[in-house]
């Protein structure tokens, strides 16, 4: 299946890192991960929840749903994320900020003029334009930044992750109740792609953006916050601008393993059983299968080997 990749830009300050992580072995990878997610607070190991809606045909066949099969495709044998936009999420408060506009009159006109220039306007009619614009009262201003805002974010491209393969209400709300499965990746076997995946910070408040200063340093808390209630996820998401709907590669090695949910039947292990006959074939390396299983005594998850 031909993808329309996403082209991540370039870094100055990490790229240096990941040229010298290239020239490592795979045993000295690990350790130059560890000694990074110390000294970051990282964890080594993302996981991804997927969920398998399925249906059954007249003659009892089940018949899963095949947006959601052909992603888990997309993950374990063509080794693609899709990075979605902000709009396709169920939470309509995520990627929210307060925008305000405070400064000097001279400030505010510092800024008025660069954007005039930035959209082209000639240099002898800037004065004017920024003149009629310091005439439009504040709250004509934030109005028109909010929905600015939201064109904006609905271009984003994102990928989400969760940091715990035990979250019993992760395998309730994205792997249909712990029917679907989740995906272990591994940093430490594509530290580039896998790197970007950045903590999302938990509030009661929304971030508080001030067009006029400070824009570009708070923009990433925007792009970060959601809801404090959501802390369970534990979510790390990758960011990238205007790549909403495309696809961002990963190294195949990156995916380690394949966890089905304590209440996976025979269809589930059938699919996840194909696909990764499907990998073997294209010659990728080996993943290893696990479930879940509950506790015995406690409300916990417990993860074991499937040989």
């Known amino acids: 299946m031909p993808y329309e990749y996403a082209t991540p830009p370039p870094n100055p300050e990490i790229d240096p890192l990941f040229a010298a992580y290239e020239h490592l072995n795979g045993l000295d990878r690990?350790?130059?991960?560890?000694?990074?997610?110390?000294?970051?607070?990282?964890?080594?190991?993302?996981?991804?929840?997927r969920a398998l809606p399925r249906t059954r045909d007249a003659q009892g066949n089940v018949q899963f749903n095949p947006r959601s099969a052909q992603t888990l495709q997309e993950l374990i044998v063509h080794s693609v994320l899709r990075l979605s936009s902000p709009a396709q999420f169920n939470d309509p408060f995520d990627m929210a900020a307060y925008m305000h506009i405070e400064g000097t009159e001279q400030q505010r006109r510092a800024k008025y003029m660069q954007?005039?220039?930035?959209?082209?306007?000639?240099?002898?009619?800037?004065?004017?334009?920024?003149?009629?614009?310091?005439?439009?009262?504040?709250?004509?201003?934030?109005?028109a930044l909010q929905k600015s805002l939201l064109r904006h974010q609905s271009?984003?491209?994102?990928?989400?992750?969760?940091?715990?393969?035990?979250?019993?209400?992760?395998?309730?709300?994205?792997?249909?109740n712990h029917n679907g499965v989740c995906l272990q990746f591994d940093l430490a076997q594509d530290l580039p792609t896998l790197v970007q995946a950045v903590r999302v910070d938990y509030s009661f408040d929304y971030p508080a953006v001030n067009?006029?200063?400070g824009f570009g340093?708070?923009?990433?808390?925007?792009?970060?916050?959601?809801?404090?209630?959501?802390?369970?996820?534990?979510?790390?998401?990758i960011i990238l601008a205007e790549q909403a709907g495309k696809y961002l590669r990963f190294r195949p090695e990156a995916l380690r393993a394949?966890?089905?949910?304590?209440?996976?039947?025979?269809?589930?292990?059938?699919?996840?059983?194909?696909?990764?006959?499907?990998?073997a074939k294209a010659g990728l390396p080996r993943v290893t299968s696990y479930r879940t299983v509950r506790h015995p005594r406690k409300y916990q998850l417990v993860v074991k080997h499937i040989p």
């Open 217 to 237: 340093n708070t923009l990433g808390a925007m792009l970060t916050r959601k809801y404090e209630s959501w802390r369970y996820e534990g979510e790390r998401r």
């Open 115 to 143: 954007v005039m220039r930035d959209n082209g306007v000639p240099e002898d009619q800037l004065e004017n334009s920024v003149t009629a614009f310091m005439a439009i009262p504040e709250a004509g201003l934030t109005d």
């Open 30 to 49: 690990r350790v130059f991960v560890r000694k990074l997610c110390q000294r970051q607070k990282l964890s080594r190991f993302l996981y991804k929840y």
């Open 155 to 176: 271009t984003v491209g994102v990928a989400c992750f969760a940091d715990d393969p035990r979250s019993i209400l992760m395998w309730n709300h994205y792997a249909e």
């Open 258 to 279: 394949v966890i089905l949910g304590c209440r996976t039947d025979d269809a589930v292990m059938g699919l996840i059983r194909s696909l990764l006959t499907e990998r």
């Open 211 to 213: 067009w006029i200063d």
